[in-house]
């Protein structure tokens, strides 16, 4: 029998036979407690008293001592085992939450810019990131070297007038907008990488960015892997299925999995098949993914070839 402190054997009579103490490591100690908790086949008999035989084995040399290293290892195990509950495809849903709040962000703040610039230098017909990085690089439109496309407009613009101190401000706004762009775009690269390497099927079949954002909302690879293909096919689409359920809408066909390319590029006649064959090979995917983590061609290729069924039977 193992317990938290010892290795014994217990003769038929219920008397110890053997014990073989282990250190008082408390790391080493909590490993082993874990270990011991999950294992149901370690139960002491009725009527093992741990801490008599902990003093018997010379483990420790008293009861005060056996229960101030007994609660360290506890404290131990429970750091532990809150330490190994994070899951490597937490990075990637912290990635795409971040990536969430930066579009958020950067759409108000170049909503601002673009109604800000626009009353300065209306001609210049650009937007968001565009603009962003115009205005970061060249400032005012007086300050727009002769070489640029700009300046002749620049030179009969209808908008206001703006001084120095106006083009230091604005400047720094679109510079400040600019990196949150930039940022942006390294998220999303870390996205593919991480993509890539834990759920290499997933990013094969439905891309990188949706397969994060499935993953996102699953709550985990594996919570994503248990779902059977319908929940995968209508995730996102929470209102329309709750509106249809309350019997004032018909069945949604997708939800996010609408943004990849076979649905959002199909007719609408076969965009439910479509869906249907999609949220199929991302659930065979995920579930690959999860148990297994080697790539599998056969899963985008036979979806290809039902998505070439589809189109042809729709000719």
Excluded at 258 to 268: A, G, M, V
Aim: hydrophobic share 40%; proline share 4%.
């Amino acid at each position: 029998m193992k317990t938290w402190f010892a290795d014994i054997e217990i003769n038929e009579d219920g008397s110890v036979a053997e014990c073989s103490p282990c250190t008082q490591d408390v790391q080493q100690l909590a490993e082993r407690l874990l270990v011991f908790q999950a294992d149901p086949k370690q139960i002491p008999p009725e009527g093992f008293d741990p801490v008599q035989n902990a003093i018997g084995c010379g483990f420790v040399a008293g009861e005060t001592e056996y229960y101030s290293l007994l609660q360290q290892t506890c404290i131990a195990a429970t750091r532990l085992k809150i330490k190994n509950s994070y899951s490597p495809d937490l990075r990637i849903i912290h990635a795409v939450e971040a990536l969430d709040d930066i579009d958020e962000a950067a759409n108000l703040l170049a909503e601002r810019l673009g109604i800000w610039y626009g009353e300065h230098f209306p001609e210049a017909g650009m937007f968001t990131e565009n603009l962003a990085k115009f205005v970061a690089e060249n400032g005012l439109r007086q300050d727009l070297p002769q070489d640029s496309q700009f300046h002749e407009t620049a030179q009969s613009s209808v908008g206001m007038e703006m001084d120095a101190e106006d083009g230091a401000i604005i400047k720094a706004f679109a510079s400040d907008l600019s990196s949150l762009y930039e940022r942006r775009h390294v998220i999303e690269s870390y996205i593919h990488k991480n993509m890539e390497q834990l759920a290499p099927n997933l990013e094969e079949v439905a891309g990188a960015n949706l397969g994060a954002r499935l993953i996102s909302m699953a709550g985990g690879l594996q919570s994503l892997s248990r779902m059977p293909s319908s929940t995968i096919q209508v995730m996102g689409a929470n209102q329309a299925l709750f509106k249809h359920l309350r019997g004032k809408a018909t069945s949604p066909k997708h939800g996010i999995i609408f943004n990849h390319p076979l649905i959002k590029n199909s007719h609408p006649k076969i965009r439910g098949k479509m869906a249907r064959a999609l949220a199929s090979s991302l659930s065979i995917a995920s579930r690959v993914d999860a148990f297994s983590g080697q790539r599998n061609p056969a899963i985008k290729e036979k979806l290809d070839r039902k998505v070439l069924s589809i189109k042809e039977g729709n000719k």
